[in-house]
């Protein structure tokens, strides 16, 4: 690959990258990839990557000049026996552009019932991330999410304690064929940095009438009040659902631990 040639592809990549960067920001998905906390990364690599960008553009139109530095550089290692070359090789090229091409042309959406298979569905909320020197607040009354509600019945050595209280959740839905009829399961995924740690957490749902019209993925909004059911052999709150509507993703579609 010459010199110019090279030059372009690495601009083309650099470009492509920061294309993908913008794509993501301006439609507001980070948080589909990313903890809301890490948004600011991404910023960051927009303008190294433009910054890099203009550099290969700014040697490609004075490649007349800086070839002919090379020649008397050339020609002075020549005269020490040295001779460096610095070209980049297609295998080169095609990796870097394997994860451009991706970000652009595949669909943006959060991790969903398809993710499960590999992970699997938790039934344990992972512990909060919280300096040593202050606490977390506790969320208000009525507005815990499957996480919080999963905190609550860890600590609990008695199920029961939970049983008629009211529940107002958001998450999307899982059909998993071990529930039974008339059961799905209502979740979340957790994201401590990334989707590479992301974990999935639920709650089963009763609602007889409504479980046959759902579809996975779909995200809804549970209300009911808490019941314990069994679940593959083990007792586990279960949601007996009031009213199931369905609801937008929400902008931030994980939980933070």
Request: charged fraction near 15%.
């Amino acid at each position: 690959m010459n010199e110019t040639l090279s030059t372009m592809l690495k601009s083309a990549v650099l470009i492509g990258t920061g294309l993908m960067l913008y794509a993501k920001i301006s439609a507001g998905t980070l948080t589909y990839y990313i903890n809301p906390r890490f948004v600011w990364l991404p910023y960051v690599a927009l303008l190294i990557v433009i910054s890099l960008a203009l550099a290969m553009v700014y040697q490609f139109i004075n490649r007349p000049k800086l070839a002919l530095a090379k020649v008397r550089d050339h020609i002075h290692d020549h005269d020490h026996g040295h001779d460096h070359t610095h070209n980049t090789s297609w295998l080169t090229i095609a990796v870097l552009m394997i994860p451009v091409l991706f970000g652009l042309l595949a669909p943006t959406k959060p991790l969903g019932s398809g993710a499960l298979g590999s992970r699997g569905l938790g039934q344990s909320a992972p512990a909060r991330e919280a300096a040593s020197n202050f606490r977390l607040a506790a969320p208000a009354k009525g507005e815990k999410n499957i996480m919080d509600w999963l905190r609550e019945f860890s600590r609990s050595s008695n199920l029961n304690s939970f049983v008629g209280q009211p529940v107002d959740v958001i998450g999307f839905v899982y059909k998993d064929p071990k529930a039974g009829a008339g059961r799905f399961w209502v979740a979340r995924f957790t994201v401590s940095c990334c989707v590479a740690d992301a974990s999935a957490i639920g709650m089963l749902v009763l609602s007889d009438n409504t479980v046959k019209d759902l579809q996975n993925d779909q995200w809804v909004r549970v209300t009911g009040k808490i019941t314990v059911g069994d679940f593959d052999g083990e007792q586990v709150p279960v949601i007996a659902a009031n009213k199931i509507e369905l609801t937008v993703t929400p902008d931030n579609p994980y939980l933070q631990p």
